[in-house]
């Protein structure tokens, strides 16, 4: 059985920074982050190759940082400068190895696997 679990959510004011941490229990795929808003469509964030590449969204690049430690099968959203718009629930995802990294950053891949979503607030 896979779980994902996600951890770091909180409420932080504009400029801040907060750190997501992914834990995947029973896999060796590639994983990635998600994030939905209230009333918006879901937002691929990162996506984590299972040989370590990253691929963040033109979005978030410059101020989000994503890493993977894969003997750990763990994976981080290190958020900074954070902006009010980025207030939304993130999740963590997870799928087969295979993946191609833009069609899971362009939303062309429902990942089999999913956390349970941790929330981030951001307050101006």
């Known amino acids: 059985q896979v779980q994902l679990v996600e951890t770091g959510g909180g409420s932080v004011q504009t400029g801040g920074s907060l750190r997501l941490t992914c834990v995947a229990s029973?896999?060796?795929?590639?994983m990635g982050w998600a994030r939905q808003a209230p009333g918006k469509e879901r937002e691929w964030v990162a996506h984590?190759?299972?040989?370590?590449?990253?691929l963040v969204a033109d979005s978030v690049k410059g101020r989000f940082t994503v890493s993977r430690d894969i003997p750990k099968a763990t994976v981080y959203l290190e958020m900074n400068s954070l902006k009010p718009e980025d207030t939304a629930m993130y999740y963590c995802?997870?799928?087969?190895?295979?993946?191609?990294?833009?069609?899971?950053?362009?939303?062309?891949?429902?990942?089999?696997?999913w956390g349970q979503g941790t929330q981030v607030i951001v307050s101006s």
């Open positions: 029973g896999y060796t795929g590639c």
């Open positions: 984590a190759a299972t040989n370590g590449d990253i």
């Open positions: 995802a997870a799928d087969n190895p295979f993946v191609d990294a833009r069609a899971f950053l362009d939303g062309l891949v429902d990942p089999d696997y």
